[in-house]
């Protein structure tokens, strides 16, 4: 599902009130746009205000990497994370910036997190995700092949394929993030016929 932008620039959300003036200049400021379930770009809102409980949905980007051995490329995430520091999680994840496509999201994330460039993505679905801080409209890929992805040692940790039976022995222990585990669960047979 692609974004559809207005021909103009988004509204800043929230709307500016007596009580919650906008911020004097939105510059050098993470914009992440405001969708609808369809992807309509509604408004712009910046990284702060999407994390701090907004819950006004904004579009991500997943990607699972495959191996030719059925194995599935895990991420840790940093330890300095102030959500889920240290768990293991999808490959790539990350936020769309306010004027780009999912599919420029989707590769600018996977540069920055695993040095991770030469691979074709196939789209395998998009849901919304709810959860305490936020609402995501998820468009998740997948990409079968012999890769060597390199975590960038900041934001990514380490990384190592997994068997699908060591994540099942896995889930629900506190190891991999809930929404990667309710994720795997609703792809894991379309993960599995791309093998």
């Keep these: 599902?692609?974004?559809?932008?207005?021909?103009?620039?988004?509204?800043?959300?929230?709307?500016?009130?007596v009580d919650n003036p906008s911020p004097a200049t939105t510059?050098?400021?993470?914009?992440?746009?405001?969708?609808?379930?369809?992807?309509?770009?509604?408004g712009q809102m910046t990284r702060?205000?999407?994390?701090?409980?907004?819950?006004l949905l904004h579009p991500v980007i997943h990607l699972h990497i495959l191996n030719r051995a059925g194995q599935l490329y895990l991420q840790r995430r940093a330890l300095d994370k102030d959500l889920l520091p240290g768990y293991w999680?999808?490959?790539v994840g990350g936020h769309v910036v306010y004027g780009e496509s999912v599919e420029e999201a989707l590769y600018r994330e996977a540069e920055e997190e695993l040095?991770?460039?030469?691979?074709?993505?196939?789209?395998?679905?998009?849901y919304v995700y709810e959860s305490v801080r936020e609402e995501e409209l998820v468009h998740v890929f997948a990409c079968v092949g012999d890769?060597?992805?390199?975590?960038?040692?900041?934001?990514v940790i380490a990384g190592r394929f997994w068997d699908f039976k060591e994540i099942e022995d896995n889930l629900g222990k506190s190891v991999l993030t809930p929404n990667f585990e309710q994720e795997f669960a609703r792809i894991r047979g379309t993960l599995e016929s791309l093998l």
């Design 115 to 126: 040095h991770f460039h030469d691979f074709n993505p196939t789209a395998v679905e998009t």
């Design 1 to 17: 599902m692609a974004l559809v932008y207005p021909p103009y620039p988004a509204p800043l959300l929230p709307r500016p009130t």
């Design 48 to 55: 702060n205000y999407a994390h701090g409980g907004s819950r």
């Design 27 to 42: 510059a050098g400021l993470e914009m992440f746009p405001v969708v609808d379930p369809q992807g309509l770009v509604i």
């Design 147 to 155: 890769f060597q992805p390199r975590p960038d040692g900041v934001e």
């Design 89 to 91: 999680d999808t490959a």
